[in-house]
């Protein structure tokens, strides 16, 4: 796989435990945040998104919640399994604007 | 569906070198982008197309150029590589500008020696 993801800050969880990567964003101005997962030797792919004007949004086993005061996001994987390993980005979306900045990555670790 | 294809899967260049990195999508989005990744660091943006026949700058365009060839082709040119673009290149594309549900592509590892 590629040699990205080298220095990475790492999470390390039993199968079955929940885990919670944290992301802190840059700028006040943002509309949308955005996860993705990065597996090995493939590009991202999205798992989920928040608009600015929520706290928390649900998916399938995962759950978004955005704290604007203190501009952290985190995503919380519930009944974390082997198949979750891979490197989770944060992301946002500047308001009026095309571009998506995306955080440097957590590597997320499970242990069977 | 294929959705976002990205030839070649590696290439190997010698400094000032050119090459054409392709991108293709099969899901009628308006919208392409081309990223690179380093160790550590999260994608940057080099240029994106928000329609066909458009394309933009994004955060780091130096040394690339872009062509948006139809709606569903975009391609990446290197015209003299330096060691400085070893990275892997991603593609992604988007329903509309700036959508924040992006669909990536599997990447291109890129050498300059």
């Known amino acids: 796989g590629e040699s990205v993801g080298l220095h990475l800050p790492t999470l390390s969880v039993q199968e079955g435990d929940n885990s919670i990567i944290n992301c802190a964003y840059s700028?006040?101005?943002?509309?949308?945040f955005i996860w993705y997962k990065q597996e090995s030797g493939k590009g991202p792919q999205f798992i989920i998104d928040i608009r600015s004007n929520m706290d928390k949004r649900q998916g399938q086993r995962v759950t978004v919640l955005l704290n604007k005061t203190v501009k952290h996001l985190s995503l919380q994987i519930a009944a974390t399994q082997p198949g979750d390993s891979a490197v989770y980005f944060c992301?946002?979306?500047?308001?009026?604007?095309?571009?998506?900045?995306f955080g440097a990555g957590t590597r997320l670790f499970v242990k069977a | 569906n294929a959705g976002v294809t990205q030839t070649p899967k590696f290439q190997v260049l010698k400094t000032g070198q050119s090459m054409t990195l392709q991108c293709a999508q099969d899901m009628n989005h308006n919208s392409m982008y081309w990223y690179r990744q380093d160790p550590g660091m999260g994608l940057r943006l080099i240029y994106y197309s928000a329609s066909e026949g458009t394309t933009d700058k994004g955060e780091v365009p130096n040394g690339y150029n872009v062509s948006r060839l139809n709606k569903r082709e975009f391609s990446l040119r290197l015209e003299s590589a330096a060691p400085s673009q070893t990275s892997v290149y991603f593609c992604?594309?988007?329903?509309?500008?700036?959508?924040?549900?992006?669909?990536f592509g599997p990447g291109t590892r890129l050498t300059v020696t």
């Open positions: 992301a946002e979306k500047v308001t009026g604007g095309f571009k998506t900045i």
């Open positions: 992604a594309s988007s329903e509309r500008r700036g959508s924040y549900e992006q669909y």
């Open positions: 700028n006040s101005a943002s509309d949308y």
